[in-house]
């Protein structure tokens, strides 16, 4: 993944170093199973183990019944925070993205249908600027938005398994297809096309917790330009955690500005 020159009012750069497109097959459809989780099962595959699938297909599912934090980084250019209650529809974010002699962090509060977030440049001090979910155009995401239970999707990533295989105890490995899940965990559409044909077998990793719960998974990311990238990594922890999510008092919230909406690609 590139490292994003910082310009701009900031939100442009935190849209492109995290510019989630949603979850979507290779056909544009959804690829979610009745619950809202992606079906690992439903992967092609010709030599995946399927207590494998099972195994990583079940631990998914578990993100949208508990509530949990999450980090997900690559390298020291980008780094994002989140604790989510996946139950209640709540959570915050701390998403940090760092170019030459820059640095800029935005904050995002989902509460329901909403979505809060402190932009440098947009908002100042304890204020908060409100955004509307319609006005984003699809892929924009700036570390939460509603109905996404998991900032990272990494349940739309393991539905994009080529094949997958235990390496050991609560231990699992394989390949992924990432023209069948752009956009998600933050690889844009324009990074996956990057990568050519080396986008279609990324090698992942994944590991369980004691209660087969997922704990990392770390993706190696394809060379650009010749160049070795860093490893996306993301980790789960603190299942069953209190995710504290007030709603903002109304004196410090303001809707949004329409540049907020163009720096995302809207109207």
Sequence with gaps: MRTTRLTGIGLAVASAAFAVAGCST????????????????????SSADPAAVRALSDAAAKLGNTSFKMTMTNGAGFDLTADVDPVKGNGNADLTAKGTNTSLTVKTLLLGQDLYARIPGVTTGDTWTHLDIARLPEGADIGLKPGQIDPANTAELLGATTDVRQAGEGSYGGTLDLTKAAGVAGIS???????????????????????????????????????????????????????????????????????????????
């Design 26 to 45: 290779a056909d544009g459809t959804p690829a979610t199973s009745a619950s809202g989780s992606a079906d690992v099962s439903a992967a092609p595959s």
């Design 189 to 267: 559409k324009v990074t996956v096309d990057g990568y050519g044909a080396d986008a279609q077998r990324v090698p992942f990793e994944a590991t369980l917790d004691q209660q087969d719960r997922l704990d990392t998974l770390t993706l190696r990311l394809p060379a650009v330009d010749n160049r070795e990238t860093q490893p996306l990594v993301v980790k789960y922890s603190d299942y069953g955690q209190t995710v504290t999510a007030q709603q903002p008092p109304s004196g410090q919230i303001s809707e949004a500005p329409d540049s907020v909406y163009q720096a995302l690609g809207g109207k």
